[in-house]
């Protein structure tokens, strides 16, 4: 059974920073394509950043520069840093894995078979 845990949302003013991580337990989740995605309530599910099982990484063009996605090998973990917050970024953020051919990753939800729960960012003005 795949879990995927993420923690390190909160509260935050515009400006600063915040890391969020997913655990990934049942499977090496490093082998496979893993990102983060964001949703506001009433719109749809957006990919903000993905990486490969190669470390090549993507990102939606709205936090280009400011949100690095990265993951630890030994540790089965991604993140996410967010800086230079806006108050536009609020939203719960999810991490998801791609396994299998069905499903090669990137930023698009349908190429993503596992979804953690979700953590909450807020950016105050």
């Known amino acids: 059974q795949v879990h995927l845990v993420e923690s390190g949302g909160g509260s935050v003013q515009a400006g600063g920073s915040l890391r969020l991580s997913c655990a990934a337990s049942g499977y090496s989740a490093t082998a496979y394509p893993m990102a983060w995605f964001r949703r506001v309530p009433g719109k749809e599910r957006e990919g903000v950043a993905s990486i490969d099982a190669d470390g090549g990484t993507e990102y939606a063009d709205s936090v280009k520069g400011r949100f690095t996605v990265s993951k630890d090998n030994a540790k089965h973990t991604l993140y996410l840093q967010m800086n230079s917050l806006k108050p536009e970024d609020t939203a719960m953020y999810y991490c998801?894995?791609?396994?299998?051919?069905?499903?090669?990753?990137?930023?698009?939800?349908?190429?993503?078979?596992?979804w953690g729960l979700g953590t909450q960012v807020t950016v105050s003005s």
């Open positions: 998801a894995a791609g396994l299998g051919s069905l499903f090669p990753g990137g930023l698009s939800e349908y190429d993503h078979n596992y």
